[in-house]
């Protein structure tokens, strides 16, 4: 029997309207409650694909979409894979994670709960980069002004992935 619930993909919206969508974002905070559908993101989409509660239907053709085919799609996004993997860690280590557009960074991270302000904003670096200290500099007082401290997440070659806690101080 399959117990996989459905996930749609329009052009600009992952969502889903069963009650076990509705059930992950009380109990696993997997998505965003609006308006009776759970919206999802690229990543939380594909972490619920991966780990077979949820299949993805193109809502154009009805079809349901295979990995390979996800993956397309998804990989328009800027680095989305080193973003993936990132966002898979902090998962499996029991973070809630959520996207951190509106603070500039790709994720925001929460311990526990989110009803209490996220502890980390996600700064993601591959080490085959050069780093601006400029635009971390910027990164750092946004994170330093929200309350919040930068969680730099650097993937290496390998898909592994260290992460350093960075933190304002005066001295």
């Known amino acids: 029997m399959n117990n996989k619930f459905q996930i749609y993909i329009t052009e600009n919206r992952i969502f889903s309207n069963s009650q076990k969508a509705i059930s992950l974002v ?12 759970v919206i999802y993101s690229i990543f939380e989409a594909l972490y619920l694909i ?7 239907i ?19 996004t800027k680095d989305f894979l080193n973003h993936y993997i990132i966002f898979k860690k902090l998962k499996q280590k029991g973070y809630i994670v959520k996207t951190g557009s509106k603070f500039g960074f790709e994720f925001r991270v929460y311990e526990g709960s989110i009803n209490k302000h996220a502890k980390w904003l ?20 946004v994170a330093h002004g ?20 960075i933190d304002w101080i005066k001295i």
């Not at 809502?59 to 990989?75: D, G, Q």
């Open 58 to 76: 193109n809502i154009k053709t009805n079809k349901i979409l295979t990995e390979p085919e996800i993956l397309k799609i998804f990989s328009k």
């Open 26 to 37: 009380n109990s696993k905070n997997l998505g965003e409650l609006s308006q009776g559908k």
């Open 146 to 165: 929200t309350g919040k401290k930068i969680l730099l997440a650097i993937v290496d070659k390998e898909e592994n992935v260290i992460f350093y806690e």
């Open 50 to 56: 991966e780990n077979s509660k949820a299949e993805i």
């Open 122 to 141: 996600v700064y993601p670096v591959k080490t085959s980069e050069k780093s601006n200290w400029n635009e971390f500099i910027g990164k750092n007082r």
